[in-house]
């Protein structure tokens, strides 16, 4: 059990490794010249796990 769970965890991460990369490099592709960090960390604790998704997300994939 504690196996499955770790591979979920771990398909997670990468999937938000994946989302955090195309973020950046959207801000890249905008000229935005901040400190991406902080900018994450507001969007994650703005968010929550339980948010509903944006209308607009399919620009992001």
Do not use: W, Y
Request: hydrophobic share 40%; net charge neutral; charged share 35%.
């Amino acid at each position: 059990m504690i196996i499955r769970h770790s591979e979920s965890i771990l398909k997670q991460l990468s999937e938000l490794e994946t989302r955090i990369q195309k973020f950046e490099r959207l801000m890249e592709e905008l000229g935005i010249d901040c400190d991406r960090e902080n900018i994450l960390q507001v969007i994650i604790a703005g968010n929550g796990a339980n948010a509903p998704r944006p209308a607009n997300r399919k620009k992001l994939e």
